[in-house]
């Protein structure tokens, strides 16, 4: 068994010896950005797959703001510089707008059916974003909702922290309150309801849905070395595959509750019909050719994918760069403070009168709330969201505690 494995990583070490010199032969005409030497590709490679924004923080340190990075295969452009960033997006969009087809995530984005390509079906898709997510009618609807459900969490903590003291879990914390403002955007339901936060199914609960929902980060190498494609099979893309069967079953079970009771309430008793699955349903009954299952359960589960992990992760960052700044969180309360005064919680329209602040979650929790770290300095991990994340006590400010009770 031993010499077994011994031939077998010579033959694949030969393999990418080969693949290495005849790719470097391939581009050395070519007028390419800095980039790493070639032998050193595969330590690279390695390094990514552990961690990788410190990875390429490191590499753009070393190569400056546009580099080249040959992952096996795929030649990949790392821009680290917002004047580098804006020479590509919206400078030339078209150009980077193409997806690579990643063999592993074939099954997880739906066959593809999203339009990895900028063609037809890429337009259609960009255009349903625009029109139902981005647009000035959508965004007002979203603000409504962000607006309710921050107030829903600013009272769940009030009402945990009036009487004592309470340790609150930041992850936890904003991943529900994300995760519920998604939920109500896409099916007009709340996930998380009030008495349920802080039991222990609900723990479970979220447990279960940051395993799903959170994208995956890390990288196949059957990707990005084709020879390599039936390691991966049986080792990183089938765990990928179970999960995503029961992602699958979750979007699933939510489509069928909107095709099998079209007078679906939403918690506080609205009739839904405006929600994105709504619209979604709507568009496939009109043009079933281009609103495939396929596309209805991708499109879904990227609104998922897009509107959670990202805020919780910002949010939590945030959160930690206010904990270990006070002066930051002060100057931000002060200017809450001298604009809205004691009597209101501040809302979307009052940001653009608050340069200082630009988050509207955090800027309430600021508002209302002392905060007071309970342990250690927080660290996010982006590569291992998993983590535990710092538990913070919040306490009422005196000055609110008649608004929260009223809330
Ligand atoms: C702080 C929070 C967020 C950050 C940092 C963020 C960042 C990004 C980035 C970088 C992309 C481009 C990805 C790519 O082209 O490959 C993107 C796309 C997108 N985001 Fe966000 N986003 C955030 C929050 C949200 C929220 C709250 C929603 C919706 C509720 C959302 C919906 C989307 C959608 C629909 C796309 C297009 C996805 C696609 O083209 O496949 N995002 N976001």
Partial sequence: MDALKCYLGFFVSILFIVYQFTANRRNQHKNLPPSPPSVAIIDHFLLLTLSIHQAVNNLSNKYGPIFLQRLGSRP?????????????????DIIFSNRPLLPSRKVLEYNHSLGSHYDNQWRNIRRFYVLEIFSAKRLQMSSNIRTEEIRFMINHLYKRSFKEVKKVEVKTLFYSLAFNIVMKMAA??????????????????????????????????????PFLRWLTY????????????????????????HQNNSSLTSTDGQKTG??????????????????????????IQTLILAGTHTTSIVMEGAVSQLISHPNVFQNARDEIDSHTG???????????????????????????????????????????PENKSAEIVFRPREAFTDLLAQL
């Avoid at 929600?275 to 281009?290: A, C, F, N, R």
């Fill in 76 to 92: 990949t452009l790392v821009l680290s510089s917002h004047a580098a960033i804006e020479e590509c997006f919206p400078k030339h």
């Fill in 234 to 257: 049986y080792g990183e893309e089938r765990k990928l595959l179970k999960n995503h069967k029961r992602k699958d079953a979750f979007i699933q079970a939510l489509l069928d509750a």
């Fill in 188 to 225: 007009g339901i709340r996930w998380f309801e009030d008495e349920e936060l802080d039991s222990d199914i609900s723990k479970g609960k979220l447990v279960d849905l940051v395993k799903m929902f959170t994208p995956p980060l890390t990288m196949a190498l059957g990707d990005y070395f």
């Fill in 342 to 384: 004691y009597s209101r919680l501040i809302d979307d329209t009052d940001l653009a009168k608050l340069p200082y602040l630009h988050a509207l979650s955090l800027g309430t929790l600021i508002q209302c709330f002392d905060w007071e770290e309970s342990q250690g300095p927080l660290k996010t991990n982006l590569s291992k």
């Fill in 274 to 299: 405006q929600t994105l699955i709504d619209v979604m349903l709507k568009l496939q009954e009109s043009e079933p050719e281009l609103y495939t299952n396929d596309v209805v359960k991708g499109t």
